[in-house]
Antibody, heavy 123, light 106 residues
């Protein structure tokens, strides 16, 4: 059974950097058949795909978002991470990590999700 | 960017009703569409992928159809566990979600 678990700070101050980690069990992130993704949901709103990373470190990012996001892999720990710089209150959201299937050479749908972690941005 | 528009935004229904949710894409996405169910405080759950393929373990009362720019999710007989918010997602080009359809009790 594939499981994903997000971890990170409970609160981030404006202008700081947010770092989140997703720990994967039941599958290897080195598995070439999947992507590893971050998706967020602003309070009371819909879902927004942030970006995805493949086993070889290749990344896809949401072109509608400014390039403040970085996604990276740590295969030794079977984890992947999200880093968001210069946060503002608009970045307050529940952040989900998810496993994505692959469509051609890019991302497809998300079949396993973490439970999500709420990250408030406030001074 | 490909925009996804769901309708209606809210749908009130009773147990046993047939429910249909529509998702429209701003350009053709072939059949590269998925549907998810989300309950309050929980992560989304994959229901349908590639427009009409049922994810393993999902009840057969859920079905998807469509191609190109118009897609539907149908629940043939609404059950108490189905009251939730439903999202469509395109993966023709990157990934975009619809704004969601909340199915609540009539």
């Amino acid at each position: 059974q594939v499981q994903l678990q997000e971890s990170g700070p409970g609160l981030v101050k404006p202008s700081q950097t947010l770092s989140l980690t997703c720990t994967v069990s039941g599958d290897s992130i080195s598995n070439g058949g999947y992507s590893w993704s971050w998706i967020r949901q602003h309070p009371g709103k819909g879902l927004e795909w942030i970006g995805s990373i493949f086993y070889n470190g290749g990344t896809y990012s949401n072109p509608s978002l400014k390039s403040r996001f970085t996604i990276s892999l740590d295969t030794s720990k079977n984890q992947f991470s999200l880093r968001l710089t210069s946060v503002t209150a608009a970045d307050t959201a529940v952040y989900y990590c998810a496993r994505g299937t692959i469509f051609g050479m890019t991302i497809a749908y998300f079949d396993y999700w973490g439970q999500g972690t709420l990250v408030p941005v406030s001074s | 960017d490909i925009q996804m528009t769901q309708s209606p935004s809210t749908l009130s229904a009773s147990v046993g009703d047939r429910v249909t949710i529509t998702c429209r894409a701003s350009q053709s996405i072939s059949r590269w569409l998925a549907w998810y169910q989300q309950k309050p405080g929980k992560a989304p759950k994959l229901l349908i992928y590639k427009g009409s393929s049922l994810e393993s373990g999902v009840p057969s009362r859920f079905s998807g159809s469509g191609s190109g720019t118009e897609f539907t999710l149908t629940i043939s007989s609404l059950q108490p566990d189905d009251f939730a918010t439903y999202y469509c997602q395109q993966y023709q080009s990157y990934s975009t979600f619809g704004q969601g359809t909340n199915v609540d009790i009539k």
